[in-house]
């Protein structure tokens, strides 16, 4: 029994190249962790650094450039379904006190 598919399954691109909507909204939630939590680790290692008056460790040491590219490069195009993945980012993030 065959059946046809109007996307290509996980892991393979369409004929043209282009990832499936789902992966695209996976990618998209995936990077966005992805730069949260760089971006955190980065501001642990500069407080840490300042505190031991190191040298403090610049955005590229956590390749966050390269994520914002990726982000804009695979980022979402207007997909109502992701906007909740996206609204989680407001909620404010608890920092232990010294």
């Not at 695209?24 to 955190?40: V, Y």
């Not at 407080?47 to 955005?59: F, L, T």
Request: aromatic residues 4%; contains cysteine; charged residues 30%.
């Amino acid at each position: 029994m065959e059946t046809s598919m109007s996307e290509p399954a996980i892991g393979e691109t369409g004929h043209d190249g282009s990832l499936s909507e789902l992966e695209k909204g996976l990618l998209d939630e995936a990077l966005r962790l992805l730069a949260e939590t760089r971006a955190r680790a980065l501001e642990l290692c500069v407080e840490v650094s300042r505190r031991q008056g190191g040298a403090a460790p610049d955005v590229h040491d956590f390749n966050l450039p390269t994520i914002i590219e990726l982000q804009r490069r695979f980022g979402s195009q207007s997909r109502p379904w992701a906007a909740p993945l996206q609204d989680r980012s407001s909620v404010p993030v608890r920092r232990p006190t010294a």
